[in-house]
C-alpha cells in the first residue's frame, strides 16, 4: 500500500554539522516529493521540494537527491544552526486523481550551539 | 494574513459531543485538504476538495466525520458523537497549479481537539 518511511526518529548534531535525513517511498507512480519544517506548535512549511524528473535540487545550505530507482530520497542540511531545530517531514505523492501527499513519520532534528 | 487560516485554534470537548472547526484557504486556491497529525506522527490525509466537490475521502474518515465546502471557498469538518481517540490536531492545506503538473501544499495553523 502507499506508504513512507522516514529515519531516523531523531537527529542531534552540533552547530556547523551537516543532517541528512533519509525517506523511502513504496509507489513506482510517486513524481513529487516534498520537505516540511515543522517547528513546535506550528504549522508544516515546505523548505524544499524534487520533481522526478530531476535528480538533485539545492537552496541554500538545504539540498534534497532523488534516486527514483532504489525509490529514496533525502535532505540534506549543511552548516547547521540552532534555529534548523526543528522536526522534518518527508512526503511523496501518490497518483490518486489528484496529488495525495503520503507524510514519513517525521525526524526531530536537535541542534546543539 | 493571507495564508490558510482555521478556527478555532483549540477546542476541548466532552466525549459523545459534535465539533465543527472552519478552514479558509488561501485566496483563490482551489484544491482544499484536511489532514489529522497525532502527536509523533506525519499528517494524514482525510479529504480533498477540488472548488466545491468532495473529490475524495480516506477510510480513515469514519461515517461521524462530514466535510463540506459549499461555495468553493472556506470549508467546514464536522466531528459528530465525539470519541477520545479523535483528539488531535487537524490540518487544512491549500493549494492551486503554480507549476506545471507540482501543487503545492501551504498549511493552516491547526486546530488542536482534545476529548475528555
Known amino acids: 500500500g502507499e506508504n513512507v518511511e522516514q529515519h531516523p526518529s531523531t537527529l542531534s548534531v552540533q552547530e556547523g554539522d551537516s543532517a541528512v535525513i533519509k525517506c523511502t517511498y513504496s509507489d513506482s507512480a510517486s513524481n513529487y516529493f516534498p520537505w516540511y519544517k515543522q517547528e513546535l506548535g506550528k504549522r508544516p512549511q515546505l523548505i524544499i521540494d524534487?520533481?522526478?524528473?530531476?535528480g538533485e535540487k539545492k537552496d541554500q545550505r538545504i539540498a534534497v537527491t532523488l534516486n527514483k530507482t532504489a525509490k529514496h530520497f533525502s535532505l540534506h542540511i549543511t552548516e547547521t544552526q540552532p534555529e534548523d531545530s526543528a522536526v522534518y517531514f518527508c512526503?511523496?505523492?501518490?497518483?490518486?486523481?489528484?496529488?495525495?501527499?503520503?507524510f514519513g513519520t517525521g525526524t526531530r532534528l536537535l541542534v546543539s550551539p | 494574513d493571507t495564508g490558510v487560516s482555521q478556527d478555532p485554534r483549540h477546542k476541548i470537548t466532552k466525549r459523545g459531543q459534535n465539533v465543527t472547526f472552519r478552514c479558509d484557504p488561501i485566496?483563490?486556491?482551489?484544491?482544499l485538504y484536511w489532514y489529522r497529525q497525532t502527536l509523533g506522527q506525519g499528517p494524514e490525509f482525510l479529504t480533498y476538495f477540488q472548488n466545491e466537490a468532495q473529490l475524495e475521502k480516506s477510510r480513515l474518515l469514519s461515517d461521524r466525520f462530514s466535510a463540506e465546502r459549499p461555495k468553493g471557498s472556506f470549508s467546514t469538518l464536522e466531528i459528530q458523537r465525539t470519541e477520545q481517540g479523535d483528539s488531535a490536531m487537524y490540518l487544512c492545506a491549500s493549494s492551486s497549479r503554480e507549476r506545471l503538473g507540482v501543487y503545492e501544499q501551504f498549511f493552516g495553523p491547526g486546530t488542536r481537539l482534545t476529548v475528555l
Open positions: 485566496s483563490e486556491h482551489n484544491r
Open positions: 512526503a511523496a505523492s501518490i497518483q490518486s486523481g489528484f496529488q495525495k501527499l503520503v
Open positions: 524534487i520533481r522526478s524528473n530531476v
